[in-house]
């Protein structure tokens, strides 16, 4: 069985378009994902600054797309089978919607843009960050995030929490850790 995951936000490098761009119809695609997106996707996949690609509103359709780009890759060569499992981390939860059919990939670019778009104007209006928690009891993190106000964004694995929220509170759960 194969299991195929598409990656969330962080994923992103210069480049991370180029060489996805070589596959047959690859390009139109990405021109047509750029109209639905608002975003020049081939030169923020292709030449953009690791800087420009940061921006959340960027970030998030251009990691998408290169996940479905790389899944159509895989299916042209036919290594995925029917019953491969498909997820995804973050934002890629949508590549993988696409690329399990329950949404088209252009409606998951289209969503990513708009989910990106968002949670940088969100961002925008207090400066927030996430932080990683190391360690603890699970129970016991959660009850101070809650104290805090802040929220469990993500349980990356066991003993990982990813804290999301206001900076000065980040900052206040990280000098009394």
């Known amino acids: 069985m194969i299991s195929l995951l598409a990656p969330g936000q962080g994923s992103q490098k210069p480049g991370m378009l180029a060489s996805w761009l070589e596959q047959t ?3 139109d695609r990405v021109q047509l994902w750029s109209k639905v997106s608002g975003l020049d996707l081939e030169r923020l996949g292709t030449t ?8 959340t509103a960027v970030t998030q359709p251009l990691v ?3 996940a479905l780009l790389a899944y159509e890759e895989l299916e042209s060569r036919g290594l995925v089978p029917d019953d491969t ?3 995804g981390h973050s934002v890629g939860e949508l590549a993988a919607a696409a690329i399990a059919g329950v949404i088209s990939a252009d409606e998951a670019v289209m969503l990513a843009a708009v989910r990106g778009a968002e949670m940088a104007r969100a961002c925008a209006l207090e400066p927030t960050g996430m932080s990683a928690v190391l360690g603890g009891r699970e129970d016991e993190v959660l009850a101070r995030l809650a104290e805090l106000d802040l929220t469990p964004a993500n349980v990356n694995a066991a003993g990982q929490i990813v804290a999301a929220g206001r900076l000065t509170a980040l900052e206040e759960l990280a000098a009394n850790a």
């Open 25 to 27: 119809g690859a390009r």
């Open 64 to 66: 998408v797309a290169t």
């Open 85 to 87: 499992i498909v997820a």
């Open 48 to 55: 953009a600054t690791a800087e420009e690609i940061t921006d």
